[in-house]
């Protein structure tokens, strides 16, 4: 039973297997079997042949069990092929789910590396190859990704087109996307006319094309695709509106913060002066205090001398003479400093004017009056301060004034998702700023267009823009009369290009993990097998 299990353990995927032996060493684990099979067949014309040539032992590597390697010692036989004609005189059997052609690694393996070698790349994957026992180079895990097969892309219906940086600034690419499926079809090298428009009159019946408004991309598809309809992509529509946006509120950003409240005098903060403090009623100090005084006034009626009573008690002389004198204890309880004057306090009505101007920082106060003279030190100021603080708790505040990406992602956002803070903070400043004012209403109505499908209505829009006085709008909006048809079908049909920027962040972490260093070709495969 325990063979029969071991035999299902290693080799379930692989017919026509015996397992022999396997011997356990520190960091290595071997494995003998051997093929039963009776026949095999030629990998070049394909004929069945039992003749046996010769056999050999072949030595592959397996996945790890426990943190320890695995190699396969695998007695295998080498056949004549019966066809005459045939340019193969012998060959070596294969077992299907193990081995492969020319191969020193089990397929499970095999296949394991490949999917890490196109999650991670080379290096992170060979760091992750080694933790599980596998060890490969990152050398070897990009040639398994070049050694895939790469298949034929498939010519969507509704193919996206945008631009993604191999450089920033200075090398982009193009990656076309199956809107549909949401699949990366391919991945061009460049963004330019003739390769864009070669791939799309390469795969023939594309017949909706969304883009964003680049020029070379329209041209390329009037080009590639004459018949294809092209269709502005909601999201760079959007985007450039927003851009428009931002820039007039930066050219009023002098109105943005609330107007300043008029001078006032600041109020006055005086703490009250202290209460003369109570002597203690409760207490063990205050218990045994007594508790001295009534002792040792009944030993004085009685006519014992100072001294005795300090021996009797075990206090020190002085003590006794002070319960003697005290003809009540809470004369004793009081404490001693009590109504002394404070080095601190000519200095305290700057720190009450400083305290009602908003400077509450104490390490700062003690600053300013240190340089005034105060000779004291930092922590009278903090228990001053502190006093303060708890006489006089601070107000809210003062709200931070709005940024311009602040109002303009307030004019830009739905205004139920705006809370009330913000809402009424973007009404105030519409009030004060006509142009703004104007700017909201028109990303309002831009934003019916595009959520409602009114493409129909873009040139009345167009037209309201275009008569008011933002210039910012006024540019976005004429150039929306550059590419009028593709920005009517992208604000009337249902498709957008929104699955595009998901797979450009993709593409972007795929680029990182290869540090940069891998061509183009590489990278294409990842990226058509990763997604």
Request: net charge positive; with cysteine.
């Amino acid at each position: 039973m325990a063979d029969d299990l071991l035999q299902d353990l290693w080799f379930h995927c692989a017919d026509n297997v015996v397992l022999d032996t396997i011997t356990v060493h520190r960091e290595r684990i071997t494995i003998r079997a051997a093929t039963t099979s009776e026949k095999a067949v030629c990998p070049s014309c394909g004929t069945s042949s039992s003749r046996v040539h010769s056999g050999y032992v072949r030595r592959l590597d397996d996945t790890a069990t426990g943190q320890r390697r695995v190699a396969i010692e695998l007695q295998v036989r080498r056949f004549r092929c019966r066809e005459s004609g045939c340019s193969q005189v012998t060959f070596v059997e294969q077992v299907p789910g193990l081995t492969f052609r020319h191969g020193r690694r089990s397929q499970g393996l095999q296949t394991a590396l490949q999917r890490m070698a196109l999650m991670l790349a080379g290096r992170a994957g060979s760091r992750l190859a080694e933790a599980l026992a596998a060890p490969v180079s990152r050398s070897t895990l990009l040639r398994l990704i070049r050694a895939l097969p790469e298949s034929a892309p498939v010519t969507p219906r509704v193919l996206g087109v945008d631009e993604f940086a191999l450089r920033k600034g200075h090398v982009y690419a193009t990656v076309l996307v199956d809107i549909e499926t949401r699949r990366v079809v391919d991945l061009l090298p460049d963004r330019s006319v003739e390769t864009v428009s070669a791939w799309l009159a390469g795969h023939p019946g594309v017949e909706v094309i969304c883009r964003d408004r680049s020029g070379s991309y329209a041209e390329a598809g009037r080009v590639g695709a004459p018949d294809a309809i092209h269709v502005a992509d909601r999201y760079h529509l959007w985007h450039n509106l927003a851009e428009a946006v931002e820039k007039t509120v930066l050219q009023h950003r002098a109105l943005l913060p609330e107007p300043a409240p008029a001078l006032a005098e600041p109020p006055t903060v005086t703490l009250p002066p202290q209460v003369t403090a109570q002597p203690r009623s409760t207490g063990r100090l205050s218990d045994r205090v007594r508790e001295q005084h009534a002792t040792v006034h009944s030993l004085l009626g009685d006519g014992v001398a100072l001294r005795v009573i300090a021996q009797q008690l075990g206090l020190a002389r002085n003590t006794v003479r002070r319960l003697a004198r005290a003809t009540d204890p809470d004369e004793l309880l009081v404490g001693r400093w009590t109504g002394r004057a404070s080095i601190l306090d000519p200095y305290k009505p700057h720190i009450d004017q400083r305290f009602a101007a908003g400077l509450t920082n104490a390490r700062r106060l003690f600053e300013e009056i240190q340089q005034r003279g105060y000779p004291g030190k930092e922590q009278i100021v903090r228990k001053y301060v502190h006093r303060l603080r708890e006489a006089f708790p601070r107000q809210d505040p003062p709200r931070r004034k709005p940024s311009v990406r602040d109002v303009t992602r307030w004019i830009t956002r739905h205004p139920d998702r705006l809370d009330a803070d913000d809402a009424q903070r973007l009404k105030e400043i519409l009030a004060r700023c006509p142009a703004l004012a104007t700017t909201a209403e028109h990303v309002r109505a831009f934003a019916e267009l595009m959520n409602n499908r009114r493409g129909r209505h873009l040139k009345d829009w167009i037209s309201a823009v275009q008569t008011g006085q933002v210039p910012a709008l006024t540019a976005f909006a004429t150039g929306l009369l550059k590419d009028l048809d593709a920005v009517v079908a992208g604000l009337s049909l249902r498709y957008s290009s929104g699955a595009v920027e998901g797979h450009n962040n993709k593409i972007k972490m795929l680029k990182r993990q290869m540090f940069g260093r891998a061509s183009f070709d590489l990278l294409r495969l990842r990226v058509l097998h990763a997604t």
